[in-house]
């Protein structure tokens, strides 16, 4: 097994719930999702699929999805990386087009990404995932950052009882160790 291996098995078992999980919509019963929360929906499952898949080659592709189009922008390592992303990305449920401007850089300038890497965005992952779903289009105003198992909310939300729900569920999340809460 290659020393890269673990890093990538790691993000792919922590993301494993995340590739099986519920739609909002049918997570919450009261009111359905509106096209924000799907499009956020759908662009997470995208870039937690492309990390499950590509591993740490993943790690530089931004995904943002409008409707049933996922467009993917960055850079990658590897050549074959590059069209193995669109063909992830056309794999989840509700993306029937991608827009894959993706790139391969110069390999002399590449910077192996770290076990700790993967594991951040992982659970950025999941974090924005729970909270797009508990509560709604409030959690796109929410920008969520983790390092090491601490986890930092930003934004100006404008209502103390979701800013409030939403550092309660972070603080709930398996593998978050502190919330630092900076939302306004």
Same mark, same amino acid.
């Given at each position: 097994?290659? /020393?890269?291996?673990? #890093?990538?098995?790691?993000?792919? +078992?922590?993301?494993?719930?995340? +590739?099986?999980?519920?739609?909002?919509?049918?997570?919450?019963?009261?009111? #359905?999702?509106?096209?924000?929360?799907?499009?956020?929906?759908?662009?997470?499952?995208?870039?937690? &699929?492309?990390?499950?898949?590509?591993?740490?080659?993943?790690? &530089?592709?931004?995904?943002?999805?409008?409707?049933?189009?996922?467009?993917?922008?960055?850079?990658?390592?590897?050549?074959?990386?590059?069209?193995?992303?669109?063909?992830?990305?056309?794999?989840?449920?509700?993306?029937?087009?991608?827009?894959?401007?993706?790139?391969?850089?110069?390999?002399?300038?590449? $910077?192996?990404?770290?076990?700790?890497? *993967? /594991?951040? %965005?992982?659970?950025?992952?999941?974090?924005?995932?729970?909270?797009?779903?508990?509560?709604?289009?409030?959690?796109?105003?929410?920008? *969520?950052?983790? %390092?090491?198992? %601490?986890?930092?909310? &930003?934004?100006?939300?404008?209502? #103390?009882? $979701?800013?409030?729900?939403?550092?309660?569920?972070?603080?709930?999340? /398996?593998? $978050?160790?502190? $919330?630092?809460? +900076?939302?306004?």
């Amino acid at each position: 097994m290659r /020393k890269n291996s673990l #890093p990538i098995l790691t993000a792919a +078992l922590s993301l494993g719930w995340l +590739l099986s999980a519920e739609p909002a919509h049918a997570l919450n019963t009261s009111a #359905p999702a509106s096209a924000e929360v799907t499009d956020a929906l759908r662009a997470t499952n995208v870039k937690a &699929r492309l990390i499950d898949k590509l591993g740490t080659d993943a790690l &530089r592709i931004s995904v943002s999805v409008s409707g049933e189009t996922a467009t993917l922008t960055g850079e990658v390592a590897k050549s074959p990386s590059q069209g193995l992303a669109e063909e992830v990305a056309r794999s989840v449920h509700g993306i029937k087009k991608v827009e894959n401007k993706v790139t391969v850089e110069n390999a002399g300038g590449a $910077v192996a990404a770290t076990e700790a890497s *993967v /594991k951040n %965005v992982s659970l950025e992952m999941k974090v924005k995932t729970i909270l797009l779903t508990e509560i709604g289009e409030n959690a796109l105003k929410i920008e *969520v950052e983790a %390092v090491d198992g %601490v986890v930092s909310l &930003r934004g100006k939300l404008g209502n #103390p009882d $979701v800013s409030r729900a939403a550092v309660r569920k972070t603080r709930s999340i /398996k593998g $978050v160790k502190k $919330v630092v809460d +900076l939302l306004g």
